[in-house]
């Protein structure tokens, strides 16, 4: 079993930025391919960013491309997740994932481990 536990949301004004975390309580954390997802009121979860257990790979959204990026410290057990530029639209709950041994998939469905989220607003 592993837990994440997400933070370092907050509140910002459009064209700031933010940097969540996710810590991960596997001892194998290297082991594992991470992924950033949000969910807006009233919308589904949307994939965001992911990075390969390797940190070689990573993958975003078409949204947050070249605004948002993805890195991992495994000698802290920890994803990071640099917003830049932030807009309105980029407001939600943001959670954090875990693949055992993924390649940075996009998919919901290939995450074994979810954390419970961190709440991201931006302000227009």
């Known amino acids: 079993q592993v837990q994440l536990v997400e933070s370092g949301g907050g509140l910002v004004q459009a064209g700031g930025s933010l940097r969540p975390s996710c810590v991960a309580s596997?001892?194998?954390?290297?082991?594992?391919?991470m992924g950033w997802f949000r969910q807006a009121p009233g919308k589904e979860r949307e994939f965001v960013a992911a990075?390969?257990?390797?940190?070689?790979?990573?993958y975003y959204a078409d949204s947050v491309k070249g605004r948002f990026t993805i890195f991992r410290d495994n000698a802290k057990n920890t994803v990071y997740l640099q917003m830049n530029s932030l807009k309105p639209e980029d407001t939600g709950v943001y959670y954090c994932?875990?693949?055992?041994?993924?390649?940075?998939?996009?998919?919901?469905?290939?995450?074994?481990?979810w954390g419970q989220g961190t709440q991201v607003t931006v302000s227009s």
């Open positions: 990075i390969s257990w390797s940190g070689d790979n990573t």
């Open positions: 994932a875990a693949d055992h041994l993924g390649e940075a998939a996009p998919l919901r469905s290939e995450y074994e481990y």
């Open positions: 596997a001892r194998t954390f290297r082991h594992y391919a």
